[in-house]
């Protein structure tokens, strides 16, 4: 039997036996990379190499084919294609721009905007126009590490990683969109050596620049663009028997999430003709080219798009390529807004034309093919308002108006065993000489990875590519133990405290996948911990089974617990404060414990938790004043009882405690995405609603009996083109206290560090840890406002590089805080990791304090949160 790629070639070669091929240049010969060639019949876009080479196999036949590039006129050439390739090459002349009869004066509004909001007021027919498409897109992806650090350098050869080598990746896909909101993409074939630096452009290639958003960047094109963007009109050129006009885009403040450039506007039609933008992500640069074409003379799609992405972060350097052609267009109309010759009128340029049309508006709302039945003409507010209503209808005659989004992305199962045949016969734009060099190199390591492979049957690690090693107890790492199994060591931790003095603590994580459609996961850790000053061994043994419905975990043992159970302080800053100025925050007590709680998600919106436990509570004592502080304190450490202004003796009697507690978390107006069948919340859609009561039992020799009730509001505003706003609120009361330790008062999330790990909504930067901690009523307000321009972020290069402005208030009430206010200011994402704070303290309206904080990322302390 023939191979199926044999088999495949030989099927395909009668129909796809000739062609065209060429090259497209200036007038002086000089390549144009990237130029996009349509053919009109197949409703088929591709482009010319960087090399301006270009290659088409087309079926016997007659073709119209469009040649386009940005700055150079449009040239249209009919061709006879036979058996064989056929040779057109082709010279573009630069695009002969043609100022309107339009005056700007300094009383006059400058024509961009006219074209903008008639553009603008359309966007959302563009988007609602078409029913439904399918198309096949090719994406190829090439770029280089240019440079990185010398630290790096023995690790990423032994990866076959070098200066300057290309690295290659292409895709080609069958895409199908179905209105409003369903979009799905099956890759039928991947030839890549996966390293892109995630730098992968499909978030714009997928997008529109219809929407509002694309890719979390403002459109041009959105209704809030003249808040973000200034427009000037650069002039008219024709495209064959179209207007163009060309737009130049100038963000008000420039920086990430918002494009500057050229837009280029089809007259009359009001749609996108190209784009040829510039933005930043992370001080990453990204410009964006853009294609399009009437597809069937009904709508303008992107048919050719390219990417050039360059950026430099911690010494690494690289720039990539990417270009993605867009072929086989199948397009069906919304019938519901079929209309033709449709004419948008600006009511703030033809205010006297704009009272005629409205006078023919009827009063009862109607559908744009009703409206237009009167006259084609039609007020861009009109449009709005019309489109506003259709799309509101729409949404509630769907089965579940909360999805805003439907993906679906597949892999074919043979997508990865397309061989260099296949590629040469299917790929639309030929490699470069660098890129087929590129891919030659990985193939050729390919093959030595793979007889390096051979015969290694050991279970391998993340890290060492090899099994366990005696220094992963020091280190830690990942073990694949099979399909389903896995183990993860954690790194050995070395702490102190004068409670323990120097302490050991050791982690392992073993895991094992019990069911794979709902995700379930059953995971044990054993933790290990040893005090040297204690001579005490402690540990415990954590069961956990979750799934993305929910989970439930039992744990047990005797450890060591900070009072505030949301631990303020990270025993690894409290390590360094302790030895280094001999101050030790941390308070903490020791408990043989059982602990039983569970999580539930009962609907998309509602969320139900419980927890029950019962331990044996003791206090403990400073052993040891051992520190590496010059300035040693001759009074020693500060006692490990908490100070508290409330209870005048923070000590207990050693007792035992069964404490249980129920939570509850609404999210009334929360929205989805999903994603092959999976809901993803938009976590910004809706604020959060939550209620707790906590409840000591006095029963099995249990003298703990109170019981505490808090509601919750937690949110994020976004304020548009000026920041975001972060709003969380707490408020709670204890109605019974009859008896009750000290670690049952609620405590709130102080801090006494020069470090800030905590998360900044619902976090103090001074006050004290215990001070203010309740047994009455408390509430509880955390506001944080993030400018998208400010001071130091104002500058263009400062900007680029991520850094951000913040300002914040946090305040206490409790029966002893004053009315305690702190008021600050923060630089953040310094080096993408740290921020700066100042903060001021005030009670009943007095000034207190200040103090200066370092901010440490979330991802950074996640692994040293635990003790």
């Not at 990423?156 to 895709?171: H, P």
């Not at 020791?590 to 003791?618: K, W």
Request: charged share 25%; aromatic share 12%; net charge positive.
């Amino acid at each position: 039997m023939l191979p199926v790629r044999i088999l495949l070639a030989l099927l395909s070669a009668p129909l796809l036996a000739g062609g065209i091929k060429g090259t497209v240049q200036t007038q002086d010969g000089a390549p144009l990379p990237w130029a996009t060639i349509y053919v009109k019949q197949l409703g088929s876009g591709t482009a010319a190499n960087e090399q301006g080479y270009y290659e088409i196999s087309l079926p016997p036949g007659r073709y119209d084919l469009i040649f386009q590039h940005l700055g150079y006129e449009t040239q249209q050439r009919q061709v006879e294609v036979n058996d064989e390739f056929t040779v057109l090459n082709i010279r573009l002349k630069e695009q002969v721009i043609v100022l309107q009869n339009v005056t700007v004066t300094a009383g006059n509004e400058d024509p961009a905007y006219t074209i903008m909001r008639k553009a603008i007021a359309k966007a959302k027919y563009h988007t609602q126009q078409i029913d439904s498409f399918s198309a096949r897109v090719y994406i190829k992806g090439s770029g280089k590490l240019k440079d990185y650090p010398w630290l790096a350098k023995k690790a990423l050869e032994k990866e076959g990683i070098k200066k300057n080598r290309v690295f290659v990746s292409e895709t080609i896909s069958e895409i199908h969109y179905k209105r409003p909101n369903t979009f799905r993409e099956k890759v039928i074939s991947i030839r890549s050596d996966g390293r892109d630096n995630n730098t992968s452009p499909n978030a714009f290639v997928f997008g529109s620049f219809y929407q509002p958003m694309i890719a979390e960047t403002v459109s041009p094109l959105s209704p809030a663009a003249f808040a973000y963007y200034k427009f000037e009109y650069q002039g008219t050129f024709k495209d064959r028997t179209y207007d163009i006009s060309k737009i130049k885009v100038t963000p008000r403040t420039r920086g990430d999430n918002v494009v500057e450039g050229m837009l280029y506007i089809v007259e009359d039609w009001w749609s996108i003709h190209s784009v040829d933008f510039r933005t930043t992500k992370l001080g990453i640069r990204i410009d964006i080219k853009q294609m399009y074409a009437p597809v069937d003379d009904k709508a303008w799609l992107p048919v050719s798009q390219q990417f050039f992405i360059t950026g430099k972060f911690f010494g690494f350097e690289f720039d990539y390529t990417y270009l993605a052609t867009v072929s086989n267009y199948r397009i069906t109309l919304n019938p519901e807004l079929a209309v033709e010759n449709m004419v948008v009128i600006d009511e703030k340029l033809q205010a006297e034309k704009a009272k005629e049309v409205e006078k023919t508006m009827s009063k009862k709302t109607q559908s744009l093919q009703q409206r237009l039945e009167s006259g084609n003409e039609i007020t861009r507010k009109e449009l709005k308002t019309i489109l506003k209503e259709y799309e509101k209808q729409e949404q509630k005659q769907q089965s579940d108006p909360t999805v805003v989004a439907i993906t679906e992305f597949k892999i074919d199962s043979g997508a990865y065993r397309k061989d260099s045949a296949f590629w040469a016969m299917v790929r639309p734009i030929p490699l470069t000489d660098e890129e087929i060099k590129g891919y030659r190199t990985t193939d050729s390591l390919a093959v030595e990875e793979r007889k390096k492979e051979e015969g290694d049957t050991l279970r391998r690690s993340e890290k060492n590519k090899i099994g366990f090693q005696p220094w992963d107890v020091l280190t830690g790492d990942y073990y694949k133990l099979g399909k389903r199994t896995s183990l993860w060591m954690e790194p050995l931790q070395i702490l102190f405290n004068p409670v323990e003095g120097f302490v050991l603590l050791q982690r392992t994580n073993w895991g094992y996948a019990l069911h794979d459609s709902l995700r379930t996961r059953l995971n044990f850790r054993p933790t290990f911990r040893y005090a040297f000053a204690r001579n005490a061994l402690s540990g415990t043994l954590r069961m956990q089974v979750r799934n993305r419905l929910g989970r439930i975990q039992l744990e047990g043992g005797r450890y060591v617990q900070q009072f505030n159970p949301d631990e303020p302080i990270l025993p690894a800053i409290n390590t360094l404060t302790s030895l280094w100025a001999m101050n030790n925050f941390m308070k903490i007590y020791e408990h043989d414990f059982i602990t039983l709680n569970a999580q539930r998600v009962l609907t998309p919106r509602l969320r139900f938790g419980m927890s029950m436990s019962y331990a044996r509570r003791r206090e403990l004592f400073n052993i040891t004043n051992y520190t590496w502080s010059r300035k040693r304190n001759t009074e020693g450490y500060a006692p490990n009882a908490p100070e508290n202004l409330e209870l005048e003796n923070t000590g207990f009697p050693e007792h035992y405690a069964l404490i249980g507690s129920a939570s509850v978390t609404f999210r009334p107006w929360l929205k989805y995405r999903i994603r092959n069948g999976r809901r993803y919340p938009i976590e910004s859609s809706s604020p959060d609603f939550s209620f707790r009561y906590d409840q000591g039992f006095p029963a099995l020799q249990s003298r703990i009996n109170f019981n505490r009730a808090e509601a919750g509001y937690r949110h994020t505003f976004n304020i548009g083109v000026r920041g975001d706003l972060r709003v969380q609120i707490q408020a709670g009361k204890f109605f019974n206290t009859d008896s009750m330790a000290f670690m049952d008062y609620r405590h709130f999330m102080g801090n006494l560090t020069p470090l800030a790990t905590t998360d900044p909504i619902g976090s103090f930067r001074l006050l004290d840890y215990y001070r203010h901690s309740t047994s009455r009523e408390y509430l509880v307000a955390n506001f944080n406002y993030q400018f998208r321009k400010f001071l130091v972020s104002s500058i263009y290069e400062v900007h680029l590089m991520g850094i951000r402005e913040s300002v914040f208030i946090n305040y206490l009430g409790t029966p002893t805080s004053q009315n305690y206010v702190e008021l600050g200011y923060a630089i953040n994402g310094i080096l993408r990791l740290f921020r700066i704070e100042a903060a001021a303290a005030f009670q009943n309206g007095s000034y207190k304090t200040y103090g200066f904080r370092i901010g440490i990322a979330s991802s950074i302390t996640a692994r040293f949160s635990d003790m």
